[in-house]
């Protein structure tokens, strides 16, 4: 890994400790087929992300980690869905906004 993100082994100190959880059967990645965002608003992808994510959501009865490649995006679909999702979604990013 180290050497994927250009570190030489003198530039770093790591360790493996390895883990308990087993990935191949408590674990899932979803990757949704929809059309790629573009940069204009209103675009499908910002329209279909919250529905999908919404049906994901109800699917994993509110188990699910979603990750999101800005804090716009994630806001964006934070206040799509926490109102039809009552006390299960919550946002690490609420303390950016207006930032």
Do not use: C
Not at 39 to 48: F, I, L, Q, Y
Not at 74 to 84: C, E, M, P, R
């Amino acid at each position: 890994m180290a050497g994927q993100l250009g570190l030489a082994a003198d530039q770093y100190r790591g360790v493996d400790v390895g883990t308990n959880f087993d990935y191949q059967h408590q674990a899932l990645t979803y990757v949704p087929t929809i059309a790629a965002p573009s940069n204009e608003p209103g675009n499908d992808w910002e329209r279909a992300l919250p529905i999908q994510i919404k049906a994901l959501l109800d699917a994993s009865q509110g188990r699910a980690l979603v990750l999101f490649t800005s804090i716009k995006q994630l806001n964006n679909v934070y206040d799509a869905i926490s109102d039809v999702v009552p006390g299960r979604a919550t946002s690490r990013a609420s303390s950016t906004r207006g930032s």
